[in-house]
């Protein structure tokens, strides 16, 4: 038949495991135990004999199920690349031979392990089926850009010159925002002495002449709806009119907004026309129009200028911003240049309390200045008093001392804002909120939000969630550009504050990963960081009990409901994390290569001895984006683990299943142990909530040892980052510890 399913094993004797492992008799347990209708030994597995081998097979043995023992999972994964059939791994280098010594009195228990660890894999590879895509739609290759600043402009002309259509969407009539009205920008090359050219007219004539990319001026998104591949927007003009175009995916590039010091009456921003801001400064030299730059309340050349930096920035004050933008300076260091450059021997000082120049200008760009004659004074500033000319005064921070300085024009440092739309989860605050007191208290959140940009039609808001300040929640390390919404990447100022170069690289990096979004929705895949499964959910719908746990808790929005309340998933936006499969009370949801079962097997099917044997069983339930690569290098460096611990990589702590739990301590394990990723808000789980949802749910797991009368020490949670190569493994051999402490299960056959 057709759909028959036949099994093979492939065992590596390379890298050590033949010296240290019994292979006849790991290939007696994959045929005997994990029911392999086959199995191989090869001494590399990974070289181009060994692969063959396995590709011969499955053209012409039929195979359609592969469980290969040897290295990590993690590694070799373009040798052991078969996307043709269903494939489990057996980890016997890193996760067997590394971590235990090679002593005689270790043989039996190192053997123990790989033993379990083959029938694991055996288990697992089983209870799996071959993914295939969704089919959901078709490849779409045009990609929207929402902004046409510096960062929107680099990201279409990037997107373009691979050869993707762009259209871009400009609320404003022009192209350039914020960097359009800049005299020049912050040098990006050697010797960092001289601002430059912004290159902004080259860019915009580089679009305009590109016939690739669309422009929209005076254009917003009445309406977004759709997923990867298929996103439908509804592109509306000033005018009234708008016209709906489909694209596979979207970059938000649009921008920032300036701090406002009306609050800070010290400033007299408000009071004196020759106060002015940094942005409203290159306004002024703009005017200038290569002449002296000439103070806005007479008209009078400035002779001298005070730069007031980091106002409104870094506080705890009401109102203020609670983060320095970090290029502050810089732009700073760039405007007094302007003056030496325009006004001759116009008096320029700058006024800081702690000078900041990041990136590669920096300390040349600061030492340029200073020899330009830009006196840098550190100073705190209390008060500038208006007049005809204006009185400045601070705190002298060096010599601790009160001083004045008289000047024509005070520039004021102010931040950058992010030009985000409402965030998502505070829209939704309103609609979950149980009582009125509670929804008038979340609307009261709602008050002050910006309109919506993207007006995506989700169950879950408008727009791109906020990860901190109102910027986009795009983590800076796991995954830079990627949101919540799949396919949608946010690039530039709405990410962090940064400068125009860093803008720029901002940019080309979204429009790479937005590529890579439009490709892999037309051929089914998902995005990162699984980024090429096939593999989606789906729900066995006479089981549902419509609870809507997976609805709310998917942190992607992948799943929303139909009439009866059933629950419809969206593969395209779907992120393969599983947290709705952990989600599900009555274990109805799974994915092809991942459920209940593919994990459920893999524990039963570990040897637990009796207890008269003294070997305890330990499970450490581990996430495969940190605390699995942190154990795979902690094996690499020598760092021993208990021989009792079987260790399961899980896609996210979100999808573990309290079942899981509960058959490993009626079938008589000792202890677990889960390793999820840092929640909160410096989280790092690279599927954003499913780390912290996960723990959540296990906060309730002692009721289950009561209900056991087990010891609540038997199951220990933690957040592990990819770094904690020394602590990850002490955490299982602190259980090890535990176990030996309290005394082995009760459970135990």
Same mark, same amino acid.
């Given at each position: 038949?057709?759909?028959?399913?036949?099994?093979?094993?492939?065992?590596?004797?390379?890298?050590?495991?033949?010296? &240290?492992?019994?292979?006849?008799?790991?290939?007696?347990?994959?045929?005997?135990?994990?029911?392999?209708?086959?199995?191989?030994?090869? +001494?590399?597995?990974?070289?181009?004999?060994?692969?063959?081998?396995?590709?011969?097979?499955?053209?012409?043995?039929?195979?359609?199920?592969?469980?290969?023992?040897?290295?990590?999972?993690?590694?070799?994964?373009?040798?052991?690349?078969?996307?043709?059939?269903?494939?489990?791994?057996?980890?016997?280098?890193?996760?067997?031979?590394?971590?235990?010594?090679?002593?005689?009195?270790?043989?039996?228990?190192?053997?123990?392990?790989?033993?379990?660890?083959?029938?694991?894999?055996?288990?697992?590879?089983?209870?799996?089926?071959?993914?295939?895509?969704?089919?959901?739609?078709?490849?779409?290759?045009?990609?929207?850009?929402?902004?046409?600043?510096?960062?929107?402009?680099?990201?279409?002309?990037?997107?373009?010159?691979?050869?993707?259509?762009?259209?871009?969407?400009?609320?404003?009539?022009?192209?350039?925002?914020?960097?359009?009205?800049?005299?020049?920008?912050?040098?990006?090359?050697?010797?960092?002495?001289?601002?430059?050219?912004?290159? /902004?007219?080259?860019?915009?004539?580089?679009?305009?002449?590109?016939?690739?990319?669309?422009?929209?001026?005076?254009? !917003?998104?009445?309406?977004? #709806?759709?997923?990867?591949?298929?996103?439908?927007?509804?592109?509306?003009?000033?005018?009234?009119?708008? +016209?709906?175009?489909?694209?596979?995916?979207?970059?938000?590039?649009?921008?920032?907004?300036?701090?406002?010091?009306?609050?800070?009456?010290?400033?007299?921003?408000?009071?004196?026309?020759?106060?002015? !801001?940094?942005?409203?400064?290159?306004?002024?030299?703009?005017?200038?129009?290569?002449?002296?730059?000439?103070?806005?309340?007479?008209?009078?050349?400035?002779?001298?200028?005070?730069?007031?930096?980091?106002?409104?920035?870094?506080?705890?004050?009401?109102?203020?911003?609670?983060?320095?933008?970090?290029?502050?300076?810089?732009?700073?260091?760039?405007?007094?240049?302007?003056?030496?450059?325009?006004?001759?021997?116009?008096?320029?000082?700058?006024?800081?309390?702690?000078?900041?120049?990041?990136?590669?200008?920096?300390?040349?760009?600061? &030492?340029?200045?200073?020899?330009?004659?830009?006196?840098?004074?550190?100073?705190?500033?209390?008060?500038?008093?208006?007049?005809?000319?204006?009185?400045?005064?601070?705190?002298?921070?060096?010599?601790?001392?009160?001083?004045?300085?008289?000047?024509?024009?005070?520039?004021?440092?102010?931040?950058?804002?992010?030009?985000?739309?409402?965030?998502?989860?505070?829209?939704?605050?309103?609609?979950?909120?149980?009582?009125?007191?509670?929804?008038?208290?979340?609307?009261?959140?709602?008050?002050?939000?910006?309109?919506?940009?993207?007006?995506?039609?989700?169950?879950?808001?408008?727009?791109?969630?906020?990860?901190?300040?109102?910027?986009?929640?795009?983590?800076?390390?796991?995954?830079?550009?990627?949101?919540?919404?799949?396919?949608?990447?946010?690039?530039?100022?709405?990410?962090?504050?940064?400068?125009?170069?860093?803008?720029?690289?901002?940019?080309?990096?979204?429009?790479?990963?937005? /590529?890579?979004?439009? #490709?892999?929705?037309?051929?089914?895949?998902?995005?990162?960081?699984?980024?090429?499964?096939?593999?989606?959910?789906?729900? &066995?719908?006479?089981?549902?009990?419509?609870?809507?746990?997976?609805?709310?808790?998917?942190?992607?929005?992948?799943?929303?409901?139909?009439?009866?309340?059933?629950?419809?998933?969206?593969?395209?936006?779907?992120?393969?994390?599983?947290?709705?499969?952990?989600?599900?009370?009555?274990?109805?949801?799974?994915?092809?290569?991942?459920?209940?079962?593919?994990?459920?097997?893999?524990?039963?099917?570990?040897?637990?001895?009796?207890?008269?044997?003294?070997?305890?069983?330990?499970?450490?339930?581990?996430?495969?984006?940190?605390?699995?690569?942190?154990?795979?290098?902690?094996?690499?460096?020598?760092?021993?683990?208990?021989?009792?611990?079987?260790?399961?990589?899980?896609?996210?702590?979100?999808?573990?299943?309290?079942?899981?739990?509960?058959?490993?301590?009626?079938?008589?394990?000792?202890?677990?142990?889960?390793?999820?990723?840092?929640?909160?808000?410096?989280?790092?789980?690279?599927?954003?909530?499913?780390?912290?949802?996960?723990?959540?749910?296990?906060?309730?797991?002692?009721?289950?040892?009561?209900?056991?009368?087990?010891?609540?020490? &038997?199951?220990?949670?933690?957040?592990?980052?990819?770094?904690?190569?020394?602590?990850?493994?002490?955490?299982?051999?602190?259980?090890?510890?535990?176990?030996?402490?309290?005394?082995?299960?009760?459970?135990?056959?």
């Amino acid at each position: 038949m057709a759909d028959e399913k036949k099994f093979a094993g492939y065992i590596c004797t390379g890298c050590g495991i033949g010296e &240290r492992l019994d292979a006849g008799q790991l290939e007696t347990i994959a045929t005997r135990d994990g029911k392999m209708q086959s199995c191989r030994q090869h +001494e590399m597995l990974c070289s181009k004999e060994g692969v063959q081998t396995i590709r011969d097979d499955i053209a012409n043995e039929g195979v359609t199920h592969i469980m290969i023992a040897a290295c990590s999972r993690r590694a070799k994964v373009e040798a052991f690349n078969f996307t043709e059939v269903a494939m489990s791994r057996a980890n016997l280098r890193e996760g067997v031979i590394w971590v235990r010594p090679d002593t005689d009195e270790n043989r039996e228990t190192t053997q123990e392990m790989a033993d379990d660890y083959i029938r694991m894999a055996c288990a697992e590879v089983k209870f799996m089926t071959q993914p295939t895509g969704s089919g959901e739609q078709e490849l779409n290759k045009q990609i929207l850009v929402v902004g046409g600043g510096i960062t929107g402009m680099t990201a279409a002309l990037e997107t373009a010159a691979a050869g993707y259509p762009v259209h871009i969407v400009e609320k404003s009539g022009v192209l350039g925002g914020h960097a359009g009205g800049y005299y020049k920008s912050i040098p990006t090359r050697s010797p960092y002495a001289e601002p430059q050219d912004t290159g /902004i007219s080259q860019m915009i004539a580089d679009v305009e002449a590109n016939d690739s990319i669309t422009v929209h001026l005076n254009s !917003t998104l009445a309406r977004t #709806e759709g997923a990867p591949g298929r996103f439908n927007a509804e592109i509306a003009t000033e005018s009234g009119s708008s +016209e709906t175009l489909s694209f596979g995916a979207i970059i938000q590039a649009t921008g920032f907004k300036l701090y406002d010091p009306s609050a800070l009456p010290q400033y007299a921003y408000d009071k004196s026309a020759d106060v002015v !801001t940094n942005e409203e400064l290159e306004g002024l030299v703009m005017q200038a129009d290569g002449g002296p730059i000439k103070r806005p309340s007479d008209g009078k050349a400035v002779e001298s200028v005070a730069f007031v930096q980091n106002v409104g920035q870094n506080s705890t004050e009401e109102n203020e911003l609670p983060y320095h933008s970090g290029i502050g300076d810089m732009i700073a260091i760039k405007q007094a240049m302007y003056f030496k450059e325009l006004n001759g021997n116009c008096d320029t000082t700058i006024l800081f309390d702690n000078l900041r120049t990041p990136g590669a200008a920096g300390e040349d760009f600061y &030492r340029a200045g200073q020899q330009k004659m830009i006196t840098f004074s550190k100073g705190a500033v209390t008060e500038v008093v208006p007049g005809s000319t204006l009185e400045v005064k601070f705190k002298d921070l060096i010599l601790n001392d009160d001083a004045t300085m008289q000047c024509d024009l005070v520039v004021l440092d102010v931040g950058m804002m992010p030009n985000t739309g409402p965030d998502p989860y505070a829209q939704l605050a309103v609609e979950e909120a149980e009582d009125e007191a509670e929804k008038e208290k979340a609307r009261a959140l709602l008050e002050n939000a910006p309109p919506s940009i993207l007006n995506l039609e989700y169950r879950q808001g408008t727009d791109l969630p906020h990860l901190k300040y109102g910027f986009t929640d795009s983590h800076f390390i796991c995954f830079p550009y990627e949101t919540r919404r799949t396919g949608i990447y946010a690039a530039g100022p709405t990410r962090r504050p940064m400068d125009m170069r860093q803008a720029a690289d901002d940019a080309a990096g979204a429009a790479m990963k937005a /590529i890579q979004a439009a #490709e892999n929705a037309g051929k089914g895949r998902a995005a990162h960081p699984r980024s090429g499964d096939l593999s989606f959910p789906s729900f &066995r719908k006479e089981g549902c009990t419509q609870c809507k746990r997976c609805t709310v808790e998917c942190p992607f929005g992948a799943i929303n409901e139909d009439e009866k309340r059933y629950p419809i998933f969206n593969e395209a936006r779907c992120r393969r994390c599983g947290t709705c499969m952990g989600a599900c009370p009555v274990r109805v949801i799974s994915f092809e290569n991942y459920s209940v079962d593919t994990v459920g097997q893999q524990i039963k099917n570990v040897e637990v001895p009796e207890e008269w044997d003294e070997k305890p069983r330990i499970l450490v339930l581990a996430c495969e984006n940190d605390a699995y690569p942190a154990l795979d290098q902690s094996a690499m460096n020598g760092v021993e683990i208990t021989q009792w611990a079987r260790v399961v990589p899980v896609r996210c702590l979100g999808s573990i299943s309290l079942s899981w739990i509960t058959d490993s301590l009626n079938n008589g394990y000792d202890g677990i142990v889960l390793m999820g990723c840092q929640k909160g808000e410096d989280y790092q789980c690279h599927f954003v909530k499913g780390s912290e949802m996960g723990l959540e749910r296990m906060s309730k797991v002692g009721d289950t040892l009561q209900t056991l009368n087990l010891e609540p020490e &038997r199951v220990a949670s933690y957040e592990v980052a990819i770094t904690d190569i020394q602590r990850a493994p002490k955490l299982i051999n602190d259980m090890a510890e535990t176990v030996q402490n309290i005394g082995m299960s009760p459970f135990k056959f």
